[in-house]
């Protein structure tokens, strides 16, 4: 295939990372003339970009891992329980020289526009170098955490010193040693980033608008013979994994907070319990009960529990209390941690509790707080992504009867049928849109289902004579009113939780929790449900 060829393919996979690597493996094997188009210059996606010091999986590798190829998993070698930045975008190199995908992906491709076409039922997918491609049927792999949220404060482009993105880390290596250093931002990435940079600069000033609910937790390199042993187990661990809620069975952030769901409830738990608790399990022990999910008030106790057990790492009090949530545990996605609270107690080390006075602006020197005023060399920006919809509506998509997806998603809210499909785009299949279980599971696992279910979806189009799928607004409805309600009860909804995940981190984002919570088995089962009853739900013309 030449770069020039730009007509007569089955179907187009935008974005080269987890998703679109294994939609065009798929698509090839099932013998459809499938293009990727890249806009970076090599595969990896969000793991090819975000890779600041301290950048890694929270989950376990041998799960962070493609499960549809025996070869690529009993060849790939993981050295670490949960692997680094640089060990994930070393193994997606690896699988796509091992299947032989690079032929079939354009690099420095980046898709601007795409409209359906309804007379030829087919897509014409633009892109920035002034190309027209087209294909009956496009596969988004466009990343869920892929767009930077753009931080928005005034004077960022007046600093003199380094201004570094943790989503646009620099290739070259960054020598932060003998600066100053300010980081913006202590969500996931932040508290990953505190800690290796602290060890770096001569000093850190974190800024901190919310505090992170963070777990500690050991990452080890595998021992002699352990990775093989578990290679040698991989039907029964995969097998594990995709009959498990989250999709990870192996010990992770999110199969810790399944076991807090099993446990006492905190609001009859007596005093000498709960110090118990914190004696025995720490940070991870003030959270472990059974209602701090469903229940605002043992949430709050739950919090100020944590508060204590964070005291016990840090030494000054203030700082210690500085670093004590206040929005509800369990309604971001879960954090881990190598050594953040301990970090606080490094002499070279400052916290910034924006809650007592927020940044004003940022200045040619450093940044400009209501609390006064730091002089920096380097400013870190951890400040998250425009989740979910954001490198969709970035395409200027155009469905039937001229319908925007972007004004949609803006107007109506980020409605889309088992979070794969939304009505008034046919033949348009997003890996992982909203209500996919993907935001409260581990993403690989859920963006394998996906890939297969719409991989299957086109065969069975092809098979029985359709050119066009498209989801119906009743059942896009009806599904987005069964995800609110599952979410309901439970404090993942709480109107003083600002996450990604309802996009309460953008300002103007219409707000709307945005995944799908009953877990992986049982979205299966439904999605099963829907290609048993003939694509229940679609219109198939
Ligand atoms: P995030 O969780 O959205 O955190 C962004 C941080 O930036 C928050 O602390 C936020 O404060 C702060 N912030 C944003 N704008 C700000 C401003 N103008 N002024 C001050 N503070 C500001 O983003 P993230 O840390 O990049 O993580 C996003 C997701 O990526 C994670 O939930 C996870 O799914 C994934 N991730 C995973 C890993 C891993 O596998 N271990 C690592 C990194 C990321 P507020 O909370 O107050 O808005």
Redesign the pocket.
């Known amino acids: 295939m030449t770069t020039s060829d730009t007509a007569g393919f089955d179907a187009i996979v935008i974005g080269a990372g987890f998703s679109g690597l294994y939609a065009l493996h798929r698509l090839r094997e099932q013998g459809l003339r499938t293009v990727v188009l890249e806009k970076a210059e090599n595969v990896g996606g969000t793991w090819l970009f ?1 890779r600041y010091p301290g ?5 376990e590798s041998i799960e962070y891992s493609y499960s549809f190829s025996d070869e690529t998993q009993q060849e790939w070698v993981w050295t670490e329980t949960m692997p680094r930045q640089p060990e994930i975008e070393a193994y997606l190199n690896f699988v796509a020289d091992r299947l032989d995908l690079r032929r079939d992906i354009r690099f420095h491709t980046e898709v601007t526009g795409m409209t359906f076409d309804e007379a030829a039922s087919r897509w014409e997918v633009r892109t920035a170098a002034g190309d027209t491609l087209t294909a009956p049927f496009v596969v988004a792999a466009t990343g869920i ?1 892929s767009v930077p ?1 753009e ?3 005034a004077g960022m482009d007046t600093f003199g010193g380094l201004s570094l993105f ?2 646009r880390w620099p290739k070259h290596d960054v020598d932060l040693t003998g600066k100053r250093v300010g980081v ?9 980033l505190i800690p290796v940079v602290a060890q770096q600069a001569e000093h850190l000033t974190v ?4 505090p ?1 609910y963070t777990l500690p937790w050991e990452v080890r390199p595998f021992d002699d013979g352990e990775l093989d042993e578990l290679k040698a187990n991989y039907a029964e661990i995969r097998a594990a994994q995709r009959e498990h809620a989250v999709g990870a069975a192996r010990l992770s952030a999110f199969s810790v907070m399944f076991e807090m769901m099993t446990k006492p409830p905190l609001k009859s738990a007596s005093r000498e319990e709960q110090l118990r608790a914190i004696d025995e399990g720490g940070i991870i022990g003030a959270l472990s009960w059974g209602d701090v999910f469903f229940d605002i008030e043992a949430n709050q106790m739950a919090a100020k529990l944590y508060g204590e057990a964070v005291a016990r790492i840090v030494e000054d009090p203030a700082t210690a209390a500085a670093l004590t949530p206040t929005h509800p545990f369990g309604c ?2 879960p ?2 941690d190598q050594g953040y609270y301990q970090t606080f107690n490094r002499d070279n080390v400052t916290l910034v509790d ?1 809650r007592k006075g ?2 004003v602006e940022v200045t040619p020197t450093g940044i400009r707080t209501e609390q006064g005023d730091y002089e920096l060399d380097a400013i870190i920006y ?4 425009d ?1 979910m919809t954001g490198a969709m509506t970035r395409i200027s998509v155009t469905g039937r009867d001229g319908m925007s997806l972007a004004d949609f998603w803006s107007t109506e809210g980020p409605y889309a049928y088992l979070g794969i499909a939304v009505a008034g785009f046919p033949n348009l299949f997003i890996v992982q849109a909203p209500g996919s279980p993907a935001p409260a599971s581990n993403f690989v696992t859920a963006l394998e289902h996906h890939v297969e279910w719409i991989g299957d979806c086109i065969e069975y189009l092809r098979a029985n004579g359709y050119s066009t799928i498209e989801a119906l607004p009743d059942a896009q409805r009806e599904w987005i009113e069964h995800t609110a309600e599952l979410v309901a009860p439970t404090v993942l909804v709480h109107p003083t939780c ?3 995940y309802n996009g309460g ?1 953008v300002p103007g984002k219409k707000r709307m929790y945005m995944g799908y919570t009953a877990g992986i088995p049982e979205y299966r089962r439904r999605c099963d449900e829907v290609v048993d009853a003939g694509y229940a739900g679609f219109k198939l013309a």
């Open positions: 975000n950048a890694r999986c929270d989950i955490l949220k931080p928005e404060i943790t989503s913006i931002g202590t969500g996931s990435t932040g508290v990953q800024f901190q608008r919310s992170a971001k996605r954090i881990i924006l927020p940044i951890a400040t998250g992504f989740a600002n996450s990604w981190n």
